[in-house]
Each structure stands twice: as structure tokens, then as C-alpha cells.
């Protein structure tokens, strides 16, 4: 491992985890040199290419304005996130800021998050795609977006209290107050590491909306295997939760057959048994998940009865539009009939545990996000007339 000599006293340190990004490096230590003036800022690379993007840095280093480093690790450990870590570790500053080295995440933006974190009562500074004017255009194609709003909805069905103030918990672009983390408590296996830091720590969290713009030069590092490894991630850190939910159902699909079989051994016509089964699994699967699933959610929320009604009235919806979906794979598709049934109960169970942890049990917002949104209006002054959204 080789690196630059270190400097004195800066009071943020920006960390750009890098694999083979050579072409973008003059471009954004350009951009972000003018961007921190003033600030006391330092640019330190953590670099994992097997390309010359640590030369490209030193080299542009000698006329960059901000000190500027570079960390080559000859055996990443931990991906990104781990060169995250390692970029923390070397810095004495007292706040860190974190963003891609390929310019999608725009360092004019480095001001705003610094002045936000340094605010009392913060503990990070989130660049969101996903409040006020922020945008996910840059990401290459609809299904690029579309992977990414849907995974970062089952991040946050899956951590509902400490993300339930942060919309983006996916971006790699952020401002952290260094004395918030405890860098022992990281276990970084992936490229999201905000997710890592939120979900280990009690964080208070604030919002700044950006665009997340088109990559400078180069390519996108984003595949299968990156996916696998958020995977891996997700389940790491919040296995607990899920696991409990998909162990009531398994239980309730138990349940419903015995119903089935009971009833219509005793007479009963197959459809009235299914229908029978069908609502006293949804019931019981509701009162058994508010004692062991979501039992810390319980007063977060809404009350009893409306957390029952919306249960109650999504899991008839699914079964209703489940069945249709299973016939038109085997009889449209010819999947086996087995198959079928097994990739809807998956995607099924996928939707229904989203749709209890973001809807059902959503929390509410804490009364400091609720007191940074009022003044905010405050500051903009009256609306020029209500508008409506789609979420």
C-alpha cells in the first residue's frame, strides 16, 4: 500500500473511493478544488484500480489547489465500502464527505452538505435523489432506475426507524460529523456504505436534493455481481426482521392447507374452505406480526384497527391478483405449474413485506424532521398556489 504524505488540521476531508477512473480524476480535482475554497478541505483518493488512476492522481496533485492524496490498496478489503472505512481512518479531520469519482454526484453540491452537517443537532448531510428538486436522470436507462427506486423502497421497508428520515439511503454522496460513527462498529461488505453507517448508528439526518448527473467519462462499474453483493449487504444487516415475517407466513400457508383440508373433509365446497382458510391465515398472520415482526413499530404510527384495514384489505388484493398471475405463466407462458406458484408466493412475499414495514407500520416523522420542513417553508415563503404529487 502506498501513499501521499500527509498534511495539518484540515477540517473536512472529501474521500472518493476509486476503481480504474483515470479519466475523470483532473476533471473532478478541478471542480472540487474550487467548490471547497475556504473550507479547509482536503481531497483524499482511496484507490483500488488495476488501471493508473493512483499515477493520474499524484500527478495532477502538483497543481491541484487542496491538498491532495491518494491511498493505493494492493488487496481491497470490504469493496467500497471498506475503501470508505479505510479513507476515514486516515483522516484527522473533524468531518468527512463522501462521493463517486466519476462527477455523477456534483461537487458544487459540497458546500450546501457541509454547512448542513455543521448545524446542531446533525449528524449527516444526505445529497437524496428522492426530495425536492433531486433527480435520478443520470442513471443510464429505465431499468437502471427502476432497480434502483425499488431496491431503495425494500432498504427502507427493512429499516423503517432509522431511515424513516433519510429517502435516499442508497446514495453514495454525504457529509458525516465524524464523532457520530464508531468506525469499530462498521462491517463494510459493500458499495453502500451510507446504508451501513445509518443502520448501526441512531443518526440524525438531514436532506439536500441533487440531480445525479451523467458519468463524466469512462463506464459504469454497476453489474450482477454488485447487486449480489448489496444483497448480501441488506440481508447482513437487517436479516432479523424479514426472517421472522417470512416464518409467520410459512406458517399461515401451513395453516391455510389444514384449514382446507379440515373443511372439506367435514363436507364443505373446496371454494367456501379456500375463501375460509384464505381470511382466518390473513388474520391470524396480522395478530402473530404485531407480536413478533413489528412489535417496536406498534406506536410509531397509526392505530390498531387502521393498521388492521390496510393488512387486512392488501393481503385480499394480493391473493386476488396472485392466482390470475400464476395462471397466465402456465397456461400463456407454459411454466411448469410448480415453478409458477413458487415465483409469485417469492415476489409476493417481497411486496407484502414492503408494503407492511413502508405503509402498515410506517413511522412517523421525527419531530425534528417535521421542525426542519416547517422552517424551510417558513424561509421560502407562501406557496404560490398547492400542488399535488405522485408518489
Known sequence: MTAAPEHTDPRLTVIVPTFNEAPNVAELVRRVGVAVRGLGAELLFVDDSTDDTADVVRAVARTAELPVRVIHRDEPVGGLGGAVLEGVRASTAPYFLVMDGDLQHPPELIPTLVARVQEPDVDVAVASRYVGDGSSAGLSGVVRRAVSSTSTS??????????????????????????????????????????EILARHPMRVVEVPFVFGARYAGESKANLAQGLHFMWQLAGLRFGRMSRFAIIGGMGAVANIAIVWLLTTLGAPWLLAAVVAAEVTIVGNFLLQERFVFRDLRHEGKGMWARFAQSFTFNNVETVVRLPLVALLVETMHVAAVLATAITLVVAFVVRFTFHSRIVYRPRASSRRADLVEREAEQAGPAPAPSTEAV
Open 154 to 195: 425494500v432498504t427502507r421497508a427493512m429499516f423503517p426507524v432509522r431511515l424513516r428520515d433519510c429517502s435516499d439511503p442508497m446514495t453514495g454522496f454525504f457529509a458525516v460529523r465524524r464523532g457520530a460513527v464508531d468506525l469499530d462498529a462498521l462491517r463494510p461488505r459493500g458499495f453502500k456504505i451510507l446504508l
